[in-house]
T-cell receptor
């Protein structure tokens, strides 16, 4: 069964700093990988989706990479802002079905 | 599209009462998922449907939980009788199948925040 791990569980950085969030997975047979943002009291908002055949996706200050061979994805946030404070989750869609496997998330706090 | 719509947004109920949560997926999506989120266990898949048919309900915690999808635009998750340990956020999500489509982003509703006292 696919295991998805996000370390660290929580991260605090000063405003303006570049940062990397990590997502590790055990089974490389994936259809795609998504990064989500969740604000307190809200649902999950999709940030970036990387297809299995892709290596990275970019949207504004966000860049997500995928390395299936090592079972890793990273979400890079450039020039962090207090508004980036939220929980970030990664999710993998399996090849063999339509299961989505979620990590437990990294809670990010950007300090003004 | 308005996105995935869930109701109620918040519900407080007494132990033993029946709770019904509702979901309207995005039009054209053929997969619908029900998740439960708690601090202790994170996001847990309860059940998912494909073309209104339940495919995997192995995550449904016990017989008190049931889910239906009578048509492509509506699903319900019912808890009867409810217990305090059912207190959680229940999310509905929808997406298209993987065949022939690129992207296949999964979209979440805002969640139904359930408190059982």
């Amino acid at each position: 069964k696919q295991e998805v791990t996000q370390i660290p569980a929580a991260l605090s950085v000063p405003e303006g700093e570049n940062l990397v969030l990590n997502c590790s997975f055990t089974d490389s047979a994936i259809y795609n990988l998504q990064w989500f943002r969740q604000d307190p009291g809200k649902g999950l908002t999709s940030l970036l989706l990387i297809q299995s055949s892709q290596r990275e996706q970019t949207s504004g200050r966000l860049n997500a990479s995928l390395d299936k061979s090592s079972g890793r994805s990273t979400l890079y946030i450039a020039a962090s802002q207090p508004g980036d404070s939220a929980t970030y989750l990664c999710a993998l869609r399996g090849n063999t079905g339509n299961q989505f496997y979620f990590g437990t998330g990294t809670s990010l706090t950007v300090i003004p | 599209d308005a996105g995935v719509i869930q109701s109620p947004r918040h519900e407080v109920t007494e132990m033993g009462q029946e709770v019904t949560l509702r979901c309207k997926p995005i039009s054209g999506h053929d997969y619908l998922f029900w998740y439960r989120q708690t601090m202790m266990r994170g996001l847990e898949l309860l059940i998912y449907f494909n073309n209104n048919v339940p495919i995997d309900d192995s995550g449904m915690p016990e017989d008190r939980f049931s889910a239906k999808m009578p048509n492509a635009s509506f699903s319900t998750l019912k808890i009867q009788p409810s217990e305090p340990r059912d207190s959680a956020v229940y999310f509905c999500a929808s997406t298209r199948g993987t065949g022939g489509h690129s992207g296949n982003t999964i979209y979440f509703g805002e969640g139904s925040w359930l408190t059982v006292v």
